[in-house]
């Protein structure tokens, strides 16, 4: 029997295997039927409502984009929510996500995304071993 | 009476006077008290765990930082659980974060932290009154 963590897991699973293919069709399915969805993308002004958000996928979506996640951190949030935190690889550029999620219908389905960029793999290559964050502590 | 969705933007309001005034003594109680925590500050990878979150704050708060926080979105997740999407304008470095908080004993502490960058102004003052979106989607 899987654990609600599986579940969450398998339901972030699913927005980047549609992320990866370019399968709106996918997307538009895994985001939650509500008005409260918001979406983060990097470098962007914050989006909400699904057809705003909706919408900004649809444009990303046009091509397979070969995204890959790891590190996922899955945290509960209570029965009916979920949050996770990943690493997004898109070819050589990094980026750090907050994924939301919310139970409907017994389902998980997403209701914010969040990502930004980490780092950009060449252009600092001097210090690609060292986390980002010693460079501002020390 | 004040409800649930005031005093989820009650706590994010006491994390950003935190932050603005470089508090490290309001930002330590304002964390959760659980392992669970994570944070991603632009840039970096991810830190988890309220030790590392912490150590992070520490260095962040060594100086007053004068953030000023708008355009605040609170969504509850559950009754024990609620979300901010916010803007932070850092002097001339607008940047979107995702601000998640728990209820612990009664009280809104910040489980998760997620700032990126949006913009800095008077890098592209061409575009800065056109959402960053239509960039991408046109």
Do not use: K
Request: net charge negative; proline share 2%.
């Amino acid at each position: 029997m899987r654990s609600s963590d599986d579940d969450l897991l398998a339901a972030n699973g699913q927005f980047y295997a549609a992320f990866a293919a370019g399968d709106f069709v996918a997307m538009e399915a895994l985001w939650a039927e509500r008005e409260t969805v918001t979406c983060l993308h990097p470098g962007w002004t914050g989006l909400q409502g699904r057809d705003a958000v909706l919408a900004s996928w649809r444009g990303i979506l046009r091509q397979p984009s070969g995204v890959v996640v790891r590190d996922e951190i899955a945290v509960m949030l209570g029965e009916e929510a979920g949050m996770v935190v990943c690493t997004e690889a898109l070819g050589e550029v990094e980026l750090a996500a907050t994924n939301v999620f919310v139970r409907e219908a017994g389902e998980w389905r997403m209701l914010h995304h969040h990502a930004g960029l980490i780092a950009r793999r060449g252009e600092d290559d001097d210090d690609e071993d060292e986390p980002e964050d010693e460079q501002l502590l020390n």
